[in-house]
């Protein structure tokens, strides 16, 4: 398949597993005000990804002076080079499937998927305020991929979103209504002032000099997530440090170290997870599939199953992890195959991987699994396990699946050759976790305390996801908290 996007920035998204800290012309930043600043703003949005941009541009509609700062040569982030897959309740799409759906069921699915654990205001924020911030950015000129829709737990609600055609449309309006947008200008400190004990500003580096611009009203994190940061991945979890990593190429945590600097809490830190299934070598997101949710299972290298395949991909990740190697074999059969080069969220990845000759093939299930280098008798005895399960109790009794994934699609038996096996892994694509935020996307410090003059949203704040990230609604909430922090900015 050929790529589908556009990317705003040429040299995001690189496969790498980079990291270092912050230069060390930052240890010498300082901290509380200057008398002057260099430049004043209202709102200082650090970080012009889906979430910065969005801030800048409901900031700067609503009239407030913006500046937008950018520590890569261009803006996007890992929001450029996301899926854009988005969970949205109401869409035309819906409306026309005559899909039942409910802001309530969306809800109570992120809560069931984050184990409980979310910060319910946050995602309270979010289910409120999505399909509104949605229209609002498809009315500035945000695209679609295609009119399908993919399901997510308990109702079809999925849209294939163009993340780059959100970006610059939020960046088109906050330009329109004034904002500046300086590139190459890593933000560093935050600036603290000592007599209304708020954050006015922000110190940053910009052609190698330190620069302070003033934030009258506050400042907005927006800086994304650490998932290059290999002394942060450390710290909060080891597990994750050499884990395969795609995502912008500024994915440092500096905003979380910033904020951290100010007694900000944080949240959702210990379950950091990566995203199955991307084939063994990854470049990009069109290198990931979901055949095991449109009818596959998965096996490792002894040929046995080891997980529900019907649970969060996440969650089926952190299980993949723990198998030798790091590597789940997808098993399944052609009428698997054909839906799976069809359904929007599977991006053509499976005819791509098929090209590049990375998928097995057998008129036999035996034959594709000797191919990979499985032993055929172990995984021909899985298959025919599987299948008998679904013919005589209609579900898995060995994991107990009872669906493709979430709670909907019916298990079919594989059995249709040809037959096809593809070694796939989990990536970190993304943090999911950091600042401690409330429902108003202000920042909490270590005492439950409102950090005064600071807000955090998208993948530089935690408390969202909760114990497991809901597929589809990291990009989409990215934008919806930069939304909400500058509606919040507004009203403060
Ligand atoms: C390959 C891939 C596929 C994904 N697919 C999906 C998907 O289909 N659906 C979904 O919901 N989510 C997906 N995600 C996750 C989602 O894209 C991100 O979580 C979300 O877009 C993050 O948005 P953000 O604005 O918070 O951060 P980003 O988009 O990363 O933006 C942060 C920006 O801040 C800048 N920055 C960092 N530090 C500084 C600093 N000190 N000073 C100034 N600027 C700074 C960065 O350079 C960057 O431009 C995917 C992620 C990846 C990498």
């Not at 933000?187 to 003033?214: C, H």
């Not at 900000?264 to 991307?278: C, E, G, L, N, S």
């Not at 600042?435 to 408390?463: C, T, Y």
Request: with cysteine; aromatic share 8%; charged share 25%.
């Amino acid at each position: 398949m050929t790529t589908r996007r556009t990317f705003l920035q040429g040299a995001a998204g690189a496969l790498g597993l980079s990291g270092a800290l912050a230069g060390s012309a930052a240890q010498a930043m300082p901290t509380d005000r200057p008398k002057k600043f260099d430049e004043e703003y209202d709102v200082v949005v650090v970080g012009a990804g889906g979430a910065g941009l969005a801030a800048a541009a409901h900031a700067a509609e609503k009239g407030l002076r913006v500046l937008i700062l950018e520590k890569m040569a261009f803006p996007g982030g890992s929001s450029a080079i996301c899926g854009g897959g988005s969970l949205v309740v109401g869409t035309e799409l819906q409306k026309r499937a005559g899909e039942k759906d409910s802001n309530e069921l969306l809800f109570k699915d992120i809560i069931q998927t984050g184990g409980g654990l979310n910060n319910k205001d946050v995602v309270r924020t979010f289910v409120d305020n999505h399909l509104a911030v949605y229209n609002w950015f498809m009315g500035l000129g945000g695209k679609l991929q295609s009119d399908l829709l993919f399901s997510s737990v308990s109702a079809n609600r999925g849209v294939e979103i163009e993340p780059n055609s959100v970006l610059q449309a939020c960046l088109a309006q906050a330009k329109k209504f004034g904002a500046a947008l300086y590139t190459k200008t890593a933000a560093k400190r935050l600036a603290f002032d000592g007599k209304t004990k708020r954050i006015v500003g922000v110190f940053a580096e910009k052609e190698g000099k330190t620069v302070s611009f003033g934030a009258k009203k506050g400042v907005i994190l927006a800086s994304g997530g650490f998932a290059r940061n290999k002394a942060l991945l450390a710290k909060y979890v080891p597990r994750m440090t050499n884990t395969l990593t795609i995502c912008g190429k500024g994915c440092d945590g500096d905003g979380l170290k910033m904020a951290l600097a100010y007694g900000a809490d944080v949240a959702d830190m210990p379950y950091i997870k990566a995203t199955f299934a991307f084939n063994t070598d990854p470049h990009s997101i069109n290198d990931s599939h979901y055949t095991y949710w449109e009818g596959g299972i998965v096996v490792n290298r002894a040929g046995k199953r080891f997980v529900n395949e019907s649970i969060p991909k996440k969650d089926v990740g952190d299980y993949v992890l723990e198998q030798p190697g790091g590597i789940g074999y997808c098993v399944y059969d052609e009428p698997t195959r054909r839906i799976s080069l069809k359904t929007a969220r599977n991006n053509g990845s499976v005819l791509e991987s098929e090209e590049r000759g990375l998928v097995f093939k057998g008129n036999t299930v035996e034959e594709a699994a000797a191919k990979a280098g499985l032993d055929p008798k172990a995984v021909k005895e899985t298959v025919e396990r599987y299948n008998r399960d679904i013919r005589e109790k209609g579900y898995d009794t060995v994991f107990g699946r009872k669906f493709l994934s979430g709670n909907m699609g019916e298990l079919r038996e594989i059995k249709e050759g040809p037959f096809y096996v593809l070694p796939s892994t989990a990536v970190l694509l993304a943090t999911y976790c950091g600042v401690k935020i409330n429902g108003k996307m202000q920042v909490v410090d270590v005492f439950g305390d409102v950090i005064p003059g600071l807000w955090a949203s998208g993948e530089v704040a935690g408390g969202f996801h909760g114990r497991t990230y809901l597929s589809a609604t990291a990009f989409i909430s990215a934008v919806v908290f930069g939304w909400a922090a500058a509606d919040n900015v507004l009203k403060a």
